[in-house]
């Protein structure tokens, strides 16, 4: 990654401030240390004038004092006016880690976009898809709301672990994924319950059913096994009840889902064994076979 940020500190006062690039504000503002001391006021120059090493580190500067969105402007600047240098490149990395610091998540992307298009073979180029990834993932909101952003999350992270298997950013995004995974299983666990609740039991089922079929490795599946017990007792599909209860015991005995279950089938003369042909009949068979879960 681009070098770590740094203060560029001489004598009491950064090299920064002595050329006037000192204090916050926009790039272009001038003053600084030298500006606050009495006697003739500094000539500003331009925001040209200055090198791409002078202006990226006032990018590092404005980042290390938590000023993250002043920083990606300076980044920015080098951007512009040094197009094609090496600090250019440098610049947008760090643009794309200080958009992302500063919660502005579309220019986050934009900017590690960019860096992917650009410099795709870079030794930075997982690293800016990884922020890609993040700029999705730390927008995941709490569970009752859209999963666009969820599904987008997935579809990026899922780049970095296959575009860069063996590095550290696939790691965590392979942890991120998962979670990530099971955020969308709760978003269909939460809807299901709301139709459950309200006794429209087939719609109920269609969103349990997701669950056990494209969710099969998150935290959901033991209590959606269960909610089919109980919304197939209410429609009177008692194959499907039981077998519903079968994978439940087979995969999750010791939960308190299979009791509850378990207690719902035997106070109805049932038990938890597959029977019929149904989906949880094809379901249960591979659970024997071991290919589910």
Request: hydrophobic letters at 40%; one cysteine or more; a neutral charge.
């Amino acid at each position: 990654m681009a070098g770590a940020v740094i203060l560029a500190l001489l004598s009491g006062c950064s090299s920064l401030e002595r050329i006037g690039l000192g204090g916050g504000g926009a790039p272009g503002g001038g003053g600084g240390f030298l500006a606050r001391l009495a006697g003739p006021r500094p000539e500003r120059k331009p925001i040209e004038e200055y090198s791409p090493e002078e202006i990226f580190k006032r990018g590092e500067y404005e980042l290390e004092n938590g000023k993250a969105k002043d920083a990606a402007k300076w980044f920015g600047e080098v951007e512009r006016l040094y197009p094609y240098s090496e600090w250019a490149k440098r610049a947008l990395i760090m643009q794309a880690f200080a958009w992302h610091k500063a919660g502005k998540y579309p220019e986050a992307r934009s900017a590690a976009q960019r860096f992917l298009d650009f410099y795709p073979a870079d030794e930075d180029a997982a690293y800016a898809q990884y922020l890609l990834a993040l700029s999705y993932y730390d927008q995941i909101e709490d569970v009752g709301r859209d999963q666009g952003l969820t599904y987008q999350a997935l579809q990026a992270l899922r780049a970095v672990i296959e575009k860069y298997p063996n590095t550290e950013y696939a790691r965590s995004a392979v942890l991120k994924f998962e979670l990530a995974f099971d955020h969308l299983a709760g978003k269909e666990m939460e809807v299901g319950r709301y139709y459950l609740k309200r006794k429209n039991y087939t719609a109920a089922v269609n969103r349990f059913r997701v669950v056990v079929e494209k969710f099969q490795t998150t935290t959901h599946v033991a209590e959606a096994l269960h909610r089919l017990v109980e919304a197939y007792l209410a429609l009177g599909l008692t194959d499907e009840a039981q077998t519903a209860g079968a994978i439940l015991g087979h995969n999750f005995r010791s939960t308190e889902w299979y009791e509850d279950s378990y207690r719902l089938l035997t106070e109805q003369g049932l038990e938890p064994r597959a029977r019929g042909n149904s989906w949880l009949a094809a379901v249960y068979r591979q659970t024997i076979r071991g290919e589910w879960l």
